[in-house]
């Protein structure tokens, strides 16, 4: 089994398993359901820092989208990207589990040396994420974790989210 196949089984299994929970219990995560959170080192991946939406569909699914910028040795890019995350229902404080694509766009200033996390050209990629998430009932946000390419060479990097959630 390939790593994108294991990663969309746990991914399916999340759903589905989160998908029997009681309705009534639910988390912090139905009472303030749209969010943004600044992504340090990887979110989306790769990046320095990044900005994303957020918007909890359910309370064991959040899909989410961003952009931010890295730059190194006269290489910038610009990274875009959407997925969504996998929680256990119920629990404010719980372990994710993710699938993302983002699309980088590389450009060159100056003598560009190397590459910059994998990607010398601009491209896209599939990426999974591992890690936690607690969220607030006054709508702060923490979240730490691994992202890891699957794409051959680029490789991962941990992250770590803060962020804001509230009802609409």
Known sequence: MSALQRVLSVVVA?????????????????????????????????????????YNVLDFLRASAGYGTVTSEG????????????????WNFTPVVGLSWATVSVTVSGVAIGDLYGFTVSGSHLYATFGFDWQTGAGF?????????????????????LGYYFAI
């Open 14 to 54: 999340v759903v589905v398993l989160g998908s029997f929970q009681e309705s009534s219990a639910q988390s912090n995560r139905m009472t303030d359901r749209l969010g943004f959170h600044v992504g340090l080192l990887g979110d989306p991946f790769p990046t320095v820092v990044g900005i994303n939406a957020n």
């Open 75 to 90: 290489l910038t890019a610009s990274t875009f990207g959407f997925g969504v995350r996998g929680m256990i229902p119920d």
């Open 141 to 161: 946000n923490l979240g730490a974790g691994y992202n890891l390419s699957l794409k051959p060479k680029v490789g991962g990097l941990p992250y770590v989210n």
